[in-house]
């Protein structure tokens, strides 16, 4: 019941500041886990080379030959009483790729290149067969290049569009090592990345290498092609080394951060007090507060609502509630979960019934409570042994079809045993299943093991 809501998230700066950097990092750093924040990214224009949804449905090619293929783009356009446009040519393509080798598309586009008068490829068009080579499972980029070669003699060098299709072709494909290759290469070749495509870059591998690696990457990017880290670059470190609670790192990267000529911004303080509220450190998650007010730095809700989650887990109710007085007296609003924390930090300390009150006072202000907020009071009511007051929220939430977390559902059906309410545990199995809160085989796993440690109890004396 301790996770973060999702209204903590908040979108990432899109400062596009130059600075220098060394990033060595001070230890031995470990492979970075799973991120849960979702940066704010520019998406390119015809990212994919696909067509518009109508005419990209249409299957023009049941086989991969490619004479049938000629053949049958021959007649088409032969039959056509007008110039077919450049997004039909397209689709056509398309329609080839999806289907074929990248070979076989090059010499489809070269043939209507060189037999359809009305047809003049943009850089779209290359981009559908650019994909294709880059999603096809290939440890070199010799298919990559292929393509690109191809665009280079029919006039068209690649640019930044280009690169940035190229990249997150590959690094979506799963062939990150191929992409850094390539950016290098391109960048080589007077078609640097933008800040968009080195920032997902940079998230990518931050995702599935180790960061001394990414370090190493960014270094060589800054050095041999003066491609230097902005302030979203940084964030994007401090939240990876946040999440994997690498705190001491945090705080060096903050420090690298200033001497670039950067400031901290409310998001990089955010992400760095989530770090420490993770570890249940709340005073280190008020002293961050501190320092960004004495910066200059306006907090925003999603400050707020991650120093109160992270002093409510950490047992500082009290603390946690006067801030969300000053939250309001500054002109931000709380919302479910502002409320949703403190009840479970309430709950955590045997308070169930004032954070039932709190449902009260947050349904007063305006505030709908969430399937969240339900769940963590109907866990905390029934860990206080209130079954009652439990069964009775359950009533509401029923009522509402909101869907039962796996904590929530299991101390609940507990409660019930305990109590010799068997016949009412398995309607709240049976609730489980139809709502789809949990998987069947999740739900019942909990049933059964609840009702063998009930006979377990009987058995002892400790349940009626």
């Not at 490829?121 to 294709?132: A, D, E, F, N």
């Not at 096809?136 to 290049?145: A, F, I, N």
Request: glycine share 6%.
């Amino acid at each position: 019941m301790g996770k973060f809501p999702p209204s903590f998230r908040s979108a990432i700066s899109k400062t596009n500041l130059k600075g220098s950097l060394t990033l060595t990092p001070t230890e031995s750093l470990a492979p970075h886990q799973e991120k849960t924040h979702n940066f704010l990214e520019k998406q390119p224009p015809q990212l994919s080379g696909k067509i518009p949804d109508d005419s990209r449905t249409q299957n023009f090619f049941k086989s991969p030959d490619l004479k049938e293929a000629k053949t049958l783009v021959n007649s088409i356009t032969n039959a056509a009483k007008t110039p077919l446009d450049l997004r039909f040519h397209n689709s056509l393509l398309q329609s080839y790729a999806s289907i074929s080798t990248v070979d076989n598309s090059i010499s489809l586009l070269g043939h209507m290149i060189k037999t359809l008068p009305s047809f003049s490829p943009k850089r779209s068009t290359y981009h559908i067969v650019l994909i294709q080579a880059c999603k096809t499972p290939d440890s070199s980029l010799s298919l990559v290049h292929k393509v690109l070669n191809f665009m280079v003699t029919n006039g068209l060098k690649p640019d930044q569009v280009t690169t940035d299709i190229a990249i997150r072709s590959l690094c979506l494909s799963g062939r990150e090592d191929n992409a850094v290759e390539l950016v290098k290469e391109l960048a080589l070749k007077q078609s640097p990345p933008d800040t968009f495509t080195y920032n997902f870059l940079v998230k990518i591998l931050c995702k599935c290498r180790a960061l001394s690696t990414v370090y190493s990457f960014i270094d060589e990017m800054k050095t041999a092609f003066d491609i230097k880290p902005d302030l979203v670059t940084y964030t994007i470190l401090i939240d990876n080394v946040c999440n994997t609670k690498n705190l001491r790192e945090a705080t060096r990267l903050v420090g690298v951060l200033s001497e670039s000529g950067f400031k901290p911004d409310c998001f990089v303080y955010n992400t760095i007090m989530k770090g420490y509220c993770m570890l249940s450190r709340g005073s280190e998650a008020v002293a961050i507060f501190k320092k960004m007010k004495e910066e200059g730095v306006e907090p925003d809700l999603v400050t707020y609502n991650t120093l109160i989650f992270g002093l409510s887990k950490a047992g500082r109710v009290n603390e946690a509630r006067k801030y969300l007085k000053t939250m309001v007296e500054t002109g931000h609003f709380p919302d479910a979960a502002t409320y949703t924390s403190l009840m479970n930090g309430m709950c955590r300390e045997g308070q169930a019934l004032g954070a039932l009150s709190l449902l009260e006072e947050m349904e007063a202000e305006g505030c709908s409570p969430n399937s969240c907020t339900y769940n963590t009071l109907l866990h905390g009511l029934c860990k206080a042994r209130l079954l009652q007051k439990g069964i009775e929220l359950y009533g509401v939430m029923k009522a509402g079809d909101m869907k039962l977390e796996t904590a929530s559902y299991a101390t609940f059906v507990r409660a019930l045993c305990r109590e010799g309410r068997v016949a009412e545990a398995y309607e709240i199995f049976d609730y489980a299943i139809e709502s789809k809160s949990l998987t069947d085989v999740a739900a019942y796993s909990t049933l059964e093991s609840t009702l063998k440690w009930l006979r377990k109890a009987k058995g002892q004396g400790l349940a009626v």
